[in-house]
């Protein structure tokens, strides 16, 4: 079970701060689990870790072995939801180094997410002479990055294999009714998943969208679901015992107290894009009407030398909260040195993951020592059943956030701004007038 | 030459908010050039990239060409500024998938930057059944994460090879003169380089500390330098006209406007660690006395799915400093479709270099109307020279920003607090009395 630990929370705010978060607690998590609040078509996560289709999780599983067995890679085309969810998941349960240090699985290289030319030949130059097949994950099939990126890998694969072939190893997650990836896949007879509508993309990670890459990996998407469903269970009891509650609370009252940017950090180098995952889960659910902590991360303690020094005494405009993982998986001593030339002897023979442990008790307190509030949360392991927790506590308590913070947590209005200026840049049909006031602008 | 672009700055600041920067900036570029304000000795990065020591520097071209022919794996032990700049680089002008797709290069694994165990047993599996070389880098030999990874690569390779071949293999980047690491080195025999006595962490990527692991990796150092020297030339000039004088001038003048973060968003999967590398820079150098704008990054068009949202509509607290390479190394056009069944016909042909031009003019005025200025600064391509010249941009830039906001740019007092509480923690003799109070309030 995940702990959460607010010890460092409550020096930093007026007494009885947990009091005053508990009526819009109460408010938000009807909100969640009644449907009551703004966004309620979006709540198809909440109920996912018990309610997901069975019959599709068997297909998931199935594709993810077939993929195994006939495949060196797999590269997956999807931005945002469709993106760093399964990256995070993958990364931290094994390795940031996933393509370098993997045994039986295969290579998973993400593509479609941006528009860089050298980074998709990077991508093309690593498949080209393996067999490999390709995740597309797009609701709409339309989005420009993800879009380009399956027309290249789409040719490259059906110049591979012929059309014919090709079918057998593109897998096609998209929207169940509509949509141009949708009618593609019908017609071409791809295997097909499903990104439900009542889904938003940065909760996505426990539905096709995330499981399909991640079960390729080798990943037990069974361990990762009951973790889910535990912490689905947990948190589905109202009250501040509840460690989302108290997650929510703490992190409302120290905005309110004027905090403006939470730092995540992490202490594993696997973690990092667990870290951007969360990033987009709570920058994206509470940045709207000018509103909502910025989202940033660290890694400790690589960059206690480099954030380090700002997080101690600069501005004070953030809090951290950190996650532990409770138990390393491998271990390590550190040597004897008869010289003792580093002065660490009083170290020989002791566990890299005690002095890890040491370290962070000690940052913690320096931190707070310098102002910085401290939310740390435990988790038990680096393994599926702890992640599967650890994503659901963080969607459910985004979900709470947002409604504390009084905004819609599941749309993201913002998104399309640039996506227009983009079509219309770019020459996309029926952006004529749009084209030319950004360029009259661009030339002025 | 790089180019900076203000134009999206000045509509968020009073009219004439250069010349209210312009007193405050020939006084900080005069502290740079004759050591006149505080941290006046740690100024040797001023002139690198003309006085350097070029004895030394082909010392290091000769150890790089050495480990190229005998080591399929270099291991650079070292953390913070030993660090960040060697992989930023690296990285930047390779991939961040370097490991993977480096074809007559060395596999280059930093070490020693954390106290992630399992991260530490990950390189330790990578290495040990090939040929490997050990750069440490460390100006003392006596910070824990490096000191603890080289005892442990140490005896790894004496095992291996010998103590007198593991001799041959291991190069020492430290003090000229004094240190565990020095001492060591000298009685080993181990080849020296040195880490300047005027040249902070955050600085030395251009010394032995950064120029070792990069000419490893295949990189043109000589080129890189000469990147750097012209850029020192062109930024040595007083004025207005001064790329680092505005881009001080713009980032000063809009945290005094009340911006708070500055996010520093680049377009290519390789920059991510550049940016790790600029946030150590500006981080550590201004986040003192309760002051500075807080570092982070982004990466687009990823994280405009990601990041996007609060950016374009939640809090107003930041500004953003884009990162352009105007080139391209790779080109790749855009299958057409006859079906177009996703819409994007009227790119077909086009390469995704253009469309990634119009993603960033839109994105950057998208942004604008949202309420976020916005610095462009264009970097000629990912080459060696150019990306020497941003580095000393950034620098000397850093060291100008830092005197604005009227810090010492060059100290780091914060980074002792974590340190200190870490050792009495860990036991070290000495911190007794520490550790007692340190455990009592832990215990509490």
């Known amino acids: 079970m995940l702990n959460l630990d607010l010890s460092n929370v409550s020096p930093f705010l007026p007494a009885g701060w947990r009091t005053g978060e508990e009526k819009g607690l109460e408010k938000a998590h009807r909100h969640l689990l009644e449907g009551t609040g703004a966004g309620s078509d979006f709540l198809g996560w909440v109920r996912l870790p018990a309610d997901y289709d069975k019959i599709e999780f068997a297909r998931i599983q199935k594709a993810a072995e077939k993929i195994r067995s006939d495949s060196q890679a797999l590269v997956v085309i999807g931005i945002g939801g469709s993106y760093l969810g399964a990256r995070a998941v993958i990364e931290t349960l094994t390795s940031n180094n996933y393509n370098l240090t993997r045994k039986d699985s295969p290579a998973i290289y993400f593509a479609g997410n941006g528009l860089s030319a050298d980074a998709l030949n990077e991508v093309i130059d690593l498949v080209k002479d393996v067999d490999f ?81 991640i079960a390729a990996a080798g990943i037990d998407i069974t361990a990762l679901m009951a973790g889910a469903a535990q912490a689905m269970e947990q948190l589905a009891v109202p009250g501040m015992d509840n460690p989302a509650w108290q997650y929510a609370a703490a992190r409302h009252a120290l905005y309110q107290s004027g905090k403006k940017v939470e730092i995540l950090a992490g202490y594993e180098p696997a973690f990092r894009f667990f870290a951007e995952w969360w990033k987009q889960l709570y920058g994206e659910s509470e940045g709207k009407e000018g509103r909502g902590l910025f989202p940033a991360s660290v890694e400790f303690t690589a960059d206690l030398h480099s954030m380090g020094q700002y997080i101690q005494q600069g501005e004070r405009l953030m809090f951290e909260t950190v996650i532990c993982f409770d138990r390393a998986r491998t271990k390590i001593s550190i040597p004897n040195d008869p010289e003792n030339v580093d002065g660490l002897n009083f170290l020989s023979g002791k566990g890299l993951d005690f002095v890890a442990e040491q370290a962070l008790r000690g940052i913690i307190l320096a931190h707070v020592d310098g102002g910085v509030p401290n939310i740390l949360l435990t988790v038990p392991g680096r393994d599926e059943r702890s992640l599967g927790e650890l994503i659901y506590f963080f969607e459910f308590a985004c979900g709470l956030s947002g409604y504390l913070l009084e905004v819609n947590p599941f749309d993201q209005p913002g998104v399309e701004a640039y996506k227009n200026n983009m079509y219309a840049l770019l020459g996309k049909p029926g952006y004529e007038k749009q084209k030319a006031e950004l360029e009259k602008r661009l030339g002025g």
């Open 133 to 213: 097949s390709v995740n597309v994950i797009s609701k709409s099939g339309t989005t420009t990055e993800p879009a380009v990126a399956f027309r290249i890998f789409k040719a490259l694969l059906e110049e591979k294999y012929s059309k014919e072939g090709a079918r057998g190893r593109i897998y096609a997650t998209t929207d169940a009714k509509r949509g141009a990836l949708k009618g593609l896949a019908d017609s071409e007879g791809y295997e097909e998943f499903v990104v439900p509508d009542a889904v938003g993309g940065r909760y996505s990670v426990l539905t096709a969208v995330g499981l399909l890459p």
